[in-house]
């Protein structure tokens, strides 16, 4: 581990200058990817930024009917939040079924956006890596990517975004507010996080010197229909293989509405306007949702190890659209350790 510089920023604006005179400085609040990756050699700043007494720990109410997420929030806070449960379930269960007890308690709500692939070659500095260093080589295209990606893969990389909780952000169409030298900015969560093509390097449209201060979420939760359902090799403390975020709006057996985002299979939660559209206006039966599956991994490309993940998402994408349709959605509670 290298030697750094550790400073506390005294409140956002403070942050956001202390950043822009350190190109080389990262801001640390929860630290449960940060130090990992510092311990491995692959994050080296100059100095830590101390974010996690900003206050901006908060869930408030949205003139639009939304709620407005403190992007120091902790995952555990927010999964727990009884505006969350009640009002964006979808949101609750995707978080519970992140990482760990221990972890959600210290993962920050801006930290779960900003996480990094868990890539096995992006940690290992003995090998290519297009992400950790540009120009380098891709060392999963032709090695053991059972985890990587199947959709939006490009040849420079295939990893993918590691997180649960994005997944449920991206179907609930949630904005990502953030802030820097010139001023604050709202991100569509879709056009938050990016594809890796020739600059994998880059996993948001975050700029360098901006900091995320808020996640806001639209008064639409899709309470009574949904389910995030999250495949994966272990029961708890796993990445997923493949999960699904489905959120439908019924009226008596005809979907009136319907999202439907993937983790675990791009370099960013999936979502395809195509396959919601195709699912808008027609019964909830197997046969629509598997006519859904198909139009939403049509692209779909496995490197080998991966190749299953086609198929399980296929299988996966049509038993969260039957939970959700069912109202009976993939239970986490044995996650709740109150
Ligand atoms: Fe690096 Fe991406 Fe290739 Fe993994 S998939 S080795 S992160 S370039």
């Avoid at 609040?29 to 700043?45: C, Q, S, Y």
């Avoid at 983790?263 to 559209?277: Q, S």
Wanted: net charge neutral; proline share 5%; charged share 20%.
């Amino acid at each position: 581990m290298i030697n750094f510089q550790y400073v506390r920023a005294d409140d956002v604006s403070d942050a956001v200058r202390q950043m822009a005179a350190d190109p080389a400085a990262k801001f640390i609040a929860g630290g449960t990817n940060l130090i990992d990756l510092m311990k491995e050699d692959v994050e080296r700043p100059t100095r830590l930024i101390d974010i996690s007494r900003l206050p901006l720990a908060t869930v408030e109410e949205t003139e639009g009917g939304g709620l407005r997420v403190g992007a120091l929030v902790p995952n555990s806070d927010l999964a727990w939040h009884p505006k969350i449960e009640q009002r964006y379930p979808l949101l609750s269960s995707a978080i519970l079924a992140g990482a760990s007890a221990q972890l959600r308690n210290m993962a920050s709500t801006g930290g779960n956006l900003l996480q990094r692939t868990r890539c096995c070659y992006f940690y290992d500095t003995a090998t290519p890596c297009n992400k950790r260093e540009p120009g380098s080589g891709c060392s999963a295209i032709e090695g053991i990517n059972r985890m990587h990606a199947i959709l939006g893969t490009s040849e420079a990389c295939i990893a993918t975004h590691p997180s649960d909780m994005c997944v449920a952000l991206a179907a609930l169409e949630a904005s990502v507010h953030v802030a820097g030298p010139s001023g604050k900015r709202a991100i569509a969560f879709s056009d938050f996080h990016r594809l890796p093509g020739d600059t994998p390097q880059r996993d948001s449209n975050l700029d360098a010197d901006e900091i995320v201060v808020a996640v806001e979420l639209p008064a639409r939760g899709f309470a009574a229909n949904y389910s995030y359902l999250k495949i994966r090799d272990r029961l708890s403390y796993a990445f997923a293989l493949v999960s699904v975020a489905a959120a439908l709006e019924l009226d008596g057996d005809s979907i009136k509405d319907a999202r439907l985002a993937l983790g675990g299979v791009a370099h960013r939660p999936w979502r395809d306007p195509a396959a919601e559209a195709l699912l808008r206006g027609q019964p909830a039966t197997p046969a629509t949702f598997e006519h859904a599956a198909d139009l939403l991994l049509r692209g779909a490309k496995g490197f080998g190890h991966n190749t299953f993940k086609i198929d399980l998402a296929r299988r996966v994408i049509v038993r969260a659209l039957t939970q959700a349709a069912q109202a009976t959605p993939q239970s986490q509670s044995s996650k709740k350790i109150r």
